[in-house]
């Protein structure tokens, strides 16, 4: 699987769109060794996203 298909699978997880065939593929990949590195890097990317969109909306303004 390629990292395109896992940011893929891992997309349609987080929007709780995934098909039954789509989850059987991604927690078998979750199983391989070889695809850790790409979930890893795809979760990596979307949780960072989501601490900058955060921080960016508790960023207190100033006058």
Do not use: C, W
């Not at 709780?16 to 590195?37: H, P, R, T, V």
Request: proline share 2%; charged share 25%; net charge negative.
């Amino acid at each position: 699987m390629n990292q395109n298909r896992s940011e893929y699978l891992i997309g349609k997880l987080l929007s709780n769109e995934l098909s039954i065939d789509e989850l059987d593929e991604f927690l078998e990949g979750l199983g391989a060794k070889e695809m850790s590195d790409e979930y890893t890097h795809v979760f990596e990317q979307y949780f960072n996203q989501l601490l900058t969109q955060n921080n960016n909306k508790s960023t207190p303004h100033t006058k």
